[in-house]
């Protein structure tokens, strides 16, 4: 009886990550010259995820950028993360989200140089990938097969990276070649036909477990907390109340949901004057610490935290889990 209650009772299992994408990446897709000075706020914001994090007594995976970790001036915040305990993994080398375009040579250099920069900074070599603006490809996932990856986790199933997308374009500077390379960044619309539910990507006999970002369940729109801020800037309950109703909706449809983090969602523009063109940058930083902390409340209420790894190791020992074989355009 008292097993059987247990059982009952038990949370389902979901994960947090937190992809570091520091200010020169946003000020790089935004077309600004002024990235190419690395500018950085990690000394800044680390401090402040690890607090929160450990307000709520939580470990998650960290996706760090390899030229991050190369910078002597990151390189303290990048070994807190590790010596919390939170699992790193690899989010690219040059945080370039049209990896689609990349030669198989090429990808094999830009995950080989992230790894040795991410491992020499952390201590930690990596084993899980996400791409930047989840860009992904086919030969993507055979090289990161093939250089002993156990996940990816760059699918983000929704309808709207297209309108995302036309954003980015409206408010940075681009020219014709840059917007060529970007024009995939966040997906497309097609993407909100993939599963949300991890999965095996199949090919050339092998396999790689896919842990894709989720989406809000039917409606496929985002939930990450980056999207979540965007609500709060026209009503912070509103957001909060979205973001409830969206994990009400996955223990419904027995999702188990991969919830992601930036650092942006702990910082408001009085840290960051030049990214105020981001959605949300209007709000100050304690603002949406509260936020990202009710919002994780909630998220411990209903699920059994876990980083990714952790949660792919999970899905790896069960049975019967879809299988899609890539094509040129994943």
């Not at 990596?126 to 093939?146: C, D, H």
């Not at 990856?149 to 980015?168: E, H, K, N």
Request: glycine share 6%; net charge neutral.
């Amino acid at each position: 009886m008292n097993q059987t209650l247990s059982t009952h009772n038990k949370k389902p299992i979901a994960n947090l990550s937190l992809d570091l994408d520091n200010e020169w990446a946003y000020l790089k897709t935004h077309g600004n010259p002024d990235w190419e000075a690395y500018p950085s706020y990690l000394n800044e914001v680390v401090p402040r995820i690890l607090e929160t994090l450990e307000k709520k007594s939580l470990k998650i995976t960290v996706f760090v950028v390899g030229q991050d970790a190369s910078l002597d001036y990151n390189r303290n915040a990048l070994s807190q993360l590790a010596n919390a305990g939170h699992e790193i993994g690899n989010h690219s080398l040059k945080h370039e989200p049209w990896l689609h375009l990349f030669s198989e040579e090429d990808l094999e250099h830009e995950l080989a140089e992230a790894e040795r920069f991410i491992q020499s900074a952390t201590g930690h070599k990596p084993t899980g990938f996400r791409g930047p603006g989840y860009s992904q490809s086919a030969t993507l996932l055979r090289v990161l097969r093939r250089r002993g990856y156990v996940y990816d986790a760059s699918s983000l199933p929704s309808f709207i990276g297209p309108l995302a997308r036309a954003y980015y374009f409206a408010t940075g500077q681009f020219g014709a070649e840059q917007r060529e390379r970007l024009n995939r960044l966040f997906g497309n619309w097609k993407d909100g036909f993939k599963p949300l539910k991890p999965y095996y990507w199949s090919f050339e006999g092998t396999t790689l477990l896919e842990m894709p970002v989720t989406t809000f369940p039917i409606f496929r729109v985002p939930i990450h907390l980056s999207y979540v801020m965007f609500l709060a800037g026209f009503s912070p309950l509103l957001a909060t109340t979205y973001f409830s109703s969206a994990l009400l909706a996955c223990r419904l449809f027995g999702v188990e949901p991969s919830i992601l983090l930036h650092p942006l969602d702990f910082l408001g523009g009085e840290d960051v004057p030049r990214l105020k063109f981001f959605p949300s940058m209007k709000m100050t930083g304690k603002a949406k610490i509260d936020i990202v902390e009710k919002c994780l409340g909630s998220l411990i209420n209903h699920f059994d935290v876990k980083t990714v790894g952790e949660h792919a190791a999970i899905v790896a020992n069960r049975k019967h889990i879809l299988q899609v074989a890539p094509n040129s355009n994943s």
